[in-house]
Structures are given as structure tokens and as C-alpha cells.
């Protein structure tokens, strides 16, 4: 088959598919920094424009913190621009292990191991730690790079209602004959912004035996009254078997994840998990960055409590105007429009009001689940707060929308 | 033209089949025929080569099932029917929605 006579038809077919379905991704063009303001280049070519971003994992505001910035710059002086290599041949700097120190101390662990992203130390660990005799049971919210993790592990795979702990416990009898059970679960769900009941979880994981997965990259910074995560928040540091998290949102937004815990679990993960052994050392600047980040985050929860204040009053802002939002604890805050066609709209209108807030809808999220999801940053001011909150009231009075519950905008939109 | 010969078996009156035994008995004559006549018995020479390599092998008739919903596609097998759909059903659970980044 050569690429011109059938190959290239059948893909542009496939993409001709995805764009008449709504769903082709287009990528937004940001001419600055990251941080609460970005100028966006949008529609392409178009003039930058300054707009407040609301759809950021800057949770902490650190992706452009100066402190930040000026230690990757040293690391990259000190340490250089890449490894060109993998850890085990001879891409171990003395930062890596450093590092791999802090953040064991911070999440509360035995020990922890670098991937060039959480979505690598999801797609290794399964499959470095568990067989075919072993099952996973996950909640069915988890991220993708779970599933995907999941699936290149020859363990049995289950899952449970979105936290739903009667239904975890039948999950956990019905596969009692299993050499290892994992409840595989996310701290904090990137769909609705709801924490997991880990305390429940850990309960129900010692009544029966079962050992705890937890990926909490949408919490590790700031949930918790020290950071430290939802198992913090929760009350379970240390009953936690496997914690995964990343370096991309809140620790300084660059690029880098890990798994973090039993001991020996992760000496299986530095043996055996495949994208550690086949993929490149994270970047020396980018150690030297995070090294600089989990600093500031150990010193003091200064910012990690700004970003809890800032979830407040965006909540509450946001309520008082009439929208309707998914309940919960989290800087997650997601503001429910059911109808697909009217988060894309809405998210346009927003975007001539100054603020950038993305539309997810089916098959992100469940059919008539359509919603702008909002994320706070502790670089957010209360004058971003502000505009934001008014250009929301205007755009869902545009649309007719404020004071309406799921009932009355599918009446009025359909699903 | 060769005939084409075929097994006839007489079921006891009264007799009662569900689909699922008929199903099963078609497969196993169909693998008996495939054995004998459709390079079947080329099983041997993977069989070895993978012995040679030091696997130890194991091999069983197995239910399959499988599920295609658009570009989405599973599928599992099992010792029996509801054992494979059981476990289908747990595979297709992973991917309810894609899920936010």
C-alpha cells in the first residue's frame, strides 16, 4: 500500500470524521508566560490578546514564579541541558536523587522514583508490579493514563461506580480468590473536581486485605492543610501503598512525574516499569526547577491557603450569579451547561469577555454533562476573581441560563 | 464433483438444545475439520520454536467475544460464554467517557 493511493484518503476520511462530530481539538496560541493573564493569539494569526486564564493546572502559580525560573536557569549553568540517556546507563544526577528524597519526605512515603511524566509512571507501574494472578478494581472517573496503564498490565480489570464504596466492597468479595487486590483511584477527579473518600477507602483496603492505588496529580501541592494531597486531607498518610503524581501542574507546571511509596514497590518500578527504563532522565533545569518548587512549598502554605480562598469566593461568586456548578472542595470548580453546543458557544463568548475557559463535552465527559471547567490558581488576584465572575453573569444572561438547574437548561438547549 | 460428506446425529425426541449447545457443538466440529484440513496441524512447529525459547505452554478452547462501537473495539475470551462477556463488560467499563487532562 503506498501512502498516496490509499493511506492519506483514509486518514483525512478519519479526520473529516472527527470534525463533523465537533470533536477536532485546535490548539490556542499563548504568547507570553504562563500565568493568571496570557496573551492568546486566537482565531490563528490574529492579534495577541490578553485574557484572564481560567483553565490552567497552575494551581500554585509557580509555573512562572521567579524563584523558579531563576533556579532552572542555574541548573541548566550547573548541570546542563539534557542527559542524553536513560536513568539506569547514565542518566542519574546527584539533583535526581535529591529530589526523589524531597518528595518522598513531602508525600509522606518510603520512597520515590522519577518519570519523565505521571502519565508514564501510570502507564509502568501496573505492569512493573502486577500479574495475571492480581486485580484491578478503579473507580470509573480515573484518569486515562491509568486505563492505559491498566491495559498493558496483564492483571484482571475492574472497576467501581464513581466513589461508590458499597460497590467497591462487592468488587473486593466478588474477587477475594485474587493473589492481590489494587483499589486504584484518583485523589482528586479532573472531571468534577470532587475528592476521592480515601479514608473510606483505606478502611475498606485493610477490612479486606487489598492495597491502595492513589494518582493524586490534581491535588499534590495544595490539598491537604500542608499540601501534601487528598491522603493528607483525608487522614491516611502513610496507608497509602502507591501514590502517583506529577511535576506539570501545580509543583512548578513544567514537565516530570512519579510513583511514590512502598519501598519495595518502587524498587519494582526502577526494575521493570517500561517507560523508565526506555525513556530519557527528566531534564536537569526542569530538577533544578522542581527542587526550587518543593522549597516553596515546604516553607510555607501561604499559597496553597490563597488558592483555597480564591476557590471560595470564585464558588461563591459564581453561585450568587446563578450558575450552576458541580459541588465540591476542590480548585476544580466546573460550571454545568449540559448542552455541547452551548459550552463551545459559551466558551466563545467568555473568551470576547476576557476570560479563557474551556468547553468539555461528550465523549470527555458523560452525554448531557457538558460544562466550562474553571481552575483556580493562587496567582489569580480578586480583581481576576471579579472579572471573571462578571463576565460569566453576562454570558449565562446572554444565554438565559442563570438561576436555571440541569432540568430547565436540557429543556431549553436538549442534551 | 466430490461429495461433500457431513455428520448427521439424531437428537432423542423430546430432546431440548439451547442455542448456546448447538453453537458449541458446530465450533467443535468446525475446530475438528480446521485441525485435519485447514493447516490445522501446523500448531506443532510454533508450539516447539516458542519451547525452544524457553516458554512453557499451555492451550485451551476458549469463548471470544468481541465489541466494535465506532473506532472503539474490545474484546476477551473466556472457559465460558458468560465468563468472556463478564469479562468484556469489565474491559469496556474502563473507558465510560475519555475523561478530562
Not at chain 1, 134 to 141: E, F
Amino acid at each position: 500500500m503506498s501512502w498516496e493511493t490509499k493511506a492519506r484518503a483514509h486518514f483525512r476520511a478519519e479526520l473529516d470524521s472527527i470534525r463533523s462530530a465537533g470533536l477536532f481539538k485546535e490548539e490556542r496560541v499563548i504568547r507570553s508566560v504562563q500565568g493568571a493573564e496570557i496573551e492568546v493569539e486566537y482565531p490563528p494569526g490574529a492579534p495577541p490578546r490578553k485574557v484572564i486564564n481560567m483553565c490552567a493546572n497552575n494551581y500554585l502559580g509557580l509555573s512562572s514564579h521567579p524563584e523558579v525560573v531563576r533556579a532552572a536557569h542555574a541548573g541548566l549553568d550547573e548541570r546542563g541541558y539534557g542527559m542524553s540517556s536513560v536513568r539506569f546507563i547514565c542518566g542519574t544526577q546527584d539533583i535526581h536523587h535529591r529530589l526523589e528524597r524531597r518528595l518522598t519526605e513531602f508525600l509522606g512515603t518510603e520512597d520515590t522514583l522519577l518519570f519523565p511524566s505521571c502519565m508514564d509512571a501510570n502507564g509502568g507501574v501496573f505492569e512493573a508490579c502486577f500479574g495475571e494472578q492480581d486485580v484491578l478494581i478503579a473507580d470509573r472517573l480515573v484518569h486515562a493514563s491509568i486505563v492505559d496503564g491498566m491495559r498493558l498490565c496483564k492483571a484482571m480489570q475492574d472497576t467501581f461506580k464513581h466513589s461508590d464504596m458499597a460497590h467497591l466492597e462487592e468488587k473486593l468479595i466478588e474477587h477475594a480468590g485474587r493473589r492481590f487486590r489494587v483499589i486504584v483511584t484518583d485523589g482528586v477527579f479532573s472531571m468534577d473536581g470532587d475528592l476521592a473518600r480515601l479514608d473510606a477507602i483505606a478502611d475498606l483496603a485493610e477490612r479486606h486485605d487489598a492495597l491502595v492505588f492513589l494518582d493524586d496529580s490534581h491535588a499534590t501541592g495544595f490539598i491537604g492543610k500542608k499540601g501534601r494531597g487528598t491522603h493528607e486531607h483525608c487522614g491516611v498518610v502513610g496507608r497509602i501503598d502507591i501514590i502517583t503524581t506529577t511535576l506539570g501542574k501545580a509543583m512548578g507546571g513544567a514537565s516530570g512525574g512519579c510513583v511514590s511509596g512502598r519501598r519495595e514497590l518502587v524498587e519494582m518500578c526502577r526494575q521493570r516499569a517500561r517507560p523508565y527504563l526506555f525513556s530519557n532522565s527528566v531534564a536537569p533545569e526542569i530538577v533544578a526547577g522542581a527542587l526550587q518548587v518543593m522549597d516553596l512549598v515546604s516553607r510555607s502554605t501561604e499559597r496553597r491557603d490563597r488558592l483555597e480562598e480564591n476557590a471560595a469566593y470564585w464558588r461563591k461568586g459564581l453561585s450568587e450569579a446563578g450558575l450552576d456548578l458541580r459541588p465540591g472542595d476542590s480548585p476544580i470548580v466546573p460550571v454545568m451547561l449540559y448542552n455541547a453546543k452551548l459550552a463551545q458557544e459559551f466558551s466563545r463568548d467568555l473568551f470576547q469577555e476576557g476570560i479563557y475557559g474551556v468547553g468539555f463535552f461528550f465523549p470527555v465527559v458523560p452525554k448531557g454533562q457538558a460544562r466550562i471547567r474553571t481552575q483556580l490558581s493562587a496567582a489569580h488576584e480578586r480583581r481576576h476573581l471579579d472579572l471573571g465572575i462578571a463576565a460569566f453573569r453576562k454570558v449565562g444572561a446572554k444565554h438565559g441560563i442563570l438561576g436555571l438547574k440541569r432540568k430547565e437548561i436540557l429543556a431549553k438547549f436538549g442534551e | 464433483m466430490e461429495q461433500v460428506r457431513s455428520v448427521r446425529v439424531a437428537l432423542p425426541a423430546g430432546a431440548r438444545t439451547t442455542e448456546e449447545e448447538l453453537e458449541l457443538l458446530e465450533a467443535a466440529f468446525r475446530a475438528i475439520v480446521d485441525m485435519h484440513y485447514e493447516g490445522g496441524a501446523d500448531w506443532k512447529t510454533a508450539w516447539e520454536a516458542l519451547e525452544r525459547d524457553g516458554w512453557t505452554l499451555h492451550a485451551d478452547l476458549c469463548w471470544r467475544v468481541t465489541a466494535q462501537r465506532g473506532h472503539d473495539f474490545e474484546s476477551a475470551s473466556g472457559r465460558t460464554k458468560a465468563d468472556a462477556l463478564g469479562q468484556l463488560l469489565r474491559l469496556a467499563s474502563l473507558d465510560a467517557t475519555e475523561g478530562c487532562p
